[in-house]
């Protein structure tokens, strides 16, 4: 059963080493990504399951202990999903590394010291199809267990003329009605989301939110948004549903 839910974005900027001279400028992102955790930890799961946007190489599942790190944004920063270094084994079992989305995951649950449940990770493709989010949020919804989710992905990324997908005039307006949605815990309208649109915005949440929308289908939980901006013309969010 879903208990609770965060929602983060996943730049790699989150990490301070990988922001460099600009990490002040997600500060306010950074602090609302470590209220949403603290919402996970109060809601007292038997397990945390991450889930992150993923390129082919880097879908399916993560146990805990898996490892990935940043040296492909150019610093030596390696992370570890779940558990602290005396107490989560190796488990080299899943996919390596994580998938970046996983890894900013694994940053943040190691920056609050995470030690509410065991931790596992879920890379899904950002085109997989809108049923099979739903279906995949469905069955995670359905184990045995309280379980909370920590869904990572940006919104689009056109937001302004410097950002990675260029101006789109749509862009704003996406946003928005995903800030609505995750700050209301509308199911029904994540599960409405355009995957085409999405993927024409870059927005790289869209397939994890919907896996969320599938746990939450007919689960009684409230949302709350803590974050929203569009800093270097991505828009990132952070929420709460408990």
């Known amino acids: 059963m879903l208990v609770a839910a965060a929602v983060c974005p996943c730049p790699p900027l989150l990490v301070p080493d990988v922001a460099a001279g600009a990490a002040p400028e997600l500060d306010a992102a950074r602090a609302a990504c470590t209220d949403a955790l603290g919402v996970l930890a109060a809601a007292r799961p038997d397990r945390l399951v991450v889930v992150g946007p993923a390129g082919e190489d880097g879908r399916g599942p993560y146990p805990e202990g898996s490892r990935g790190s940043f040296r492909g944004f150019g610093v030596d920063v390696e992370v570890r999903l779940g558990g602290d270094a005396a107490g989560a084994p190796e488990n080299p079992a899943g996919p390596s590394p994580l998938p970046a989305s996983l890894a ?22 950002e085109s997989l199809p809108a049923e099979r989010c739903l279906r995949t949020g469905e069955h995670l919804a359905a184990r045995t267990g309280r379980v909370a989710l920590l869904v990572m992905g940006d919104a689009s990324a056109c937001r302004t003329l410097k950002a990675p997908g ?68 991505v828009g990132y969010l952070v929420a709460t549903w408990s």
């Open 104 to 125: 900013v995951a694994a940053w943040l649950l190691g920056r609050t010291n995470w030690s509410a449940a065991p931790v596992e990770g879920l890379g899904v493709e």
């Open 166 to 233: 260029y101006l789109d005039e749509r862009a704003a307006g996406f946003d928005a009605e995903v800030a609505r949605a995750l700050g209301t815990a509308d199911v029904a309208a994540l599960t409405a989301l355009d995957p085409d649109l999405a993927h024409e915005l870059k927005a790289s949440g869209r397939a994890p939110w919907q896996i969320l929308a599938g746990a939450a289908n007919s689960t009684p939980l409230k949302g709350t948004l803590l974050y929203e901006d569009a800093p270097y013309g």
